[in-house]
């Protein structure tokens, strides 16, 4: 009877263990691994964390996905990487001239990156996100009004983001502000 209870116990805690796996700060949940998507949208208040912590959020290189059947998460890390990097085009000093400008700039990162990702989710066979059945500013709103994973870009504690090649296809328009 208490080897049974004991075998009881330990296959509860092995079932719990492989139901969320951390391995290098990434954490799995069978069938569905870890990203942070959707991204807030940037604002005032949050373009300092946006800025500051960038090193310090998520990032998703080939090595973090299982090989089939997450495609839609890949999807998604890919258009965080994407975000982030355009982001430290933003932040860093090498598009914008001033607060308001990085701020404008941020927000059309967002904007970009979302819209990309829209595309390539409406390109495959399986269904899009659901935010990318709305048109305009309605998109927008369902992206940020989503339960949002890290609302503050706050950063990982003891997480620093692998160096990664920076993203093409990103174009601030000053004039857009």
Not at 101 to 114: D, H, V
Not at 135 to 164: H, I, K, S
Request: glycine share 6%; proline share 8%; with cysteine.
């Amino acid at each position: 009877m208490i080897l049974t209870w004991g075998l009881m116990g330990l296959w509860l805690i092995a079932v719990l263990t492989l139901n969320r796996m951390t391995f290098g700060g990434a954490v799995y949940s069978l069938n569905k691994p870890y990203v942070e998507f959707p991204p807030a949208r940037p604002t005032a208040e949050l373009l300092h964390s946006i800025c500051e912590y960038s090193s310090h959020r998520l990032r998703y290189p080939p090595g973090y996905f299982p090989r089939s059947g997450v495609s839609h998460f890949r999807r998604c890390g890919r258009a965080i990487d994407r975000l982030e990097s355009w982001y430290t085009a933003c932040c860093t000093g090498q598009i914008t001239q001033d607060y308001t400008q990085t701020l404008c700039c941020a927000e059309q990162a967002w904007k970009q990156a979302l819209t990309t990702f829209c595309e390539e989710e409406q390109a495959t066979m399986t269904a899009a996100h659901f935010c990318c059945a709305e048109v305009g500013d309605a998109m927008w709103m369902c992206f940020n009004n989503e339960e949002l994973p890290n609302p503050q870009y706050r950063p990982r504690p003891g997480y620093t983001a692998p160096v990664q090649p920076p993203e093409q296809g990103f174009t601030f328009s000053p004039t857009d502000c």
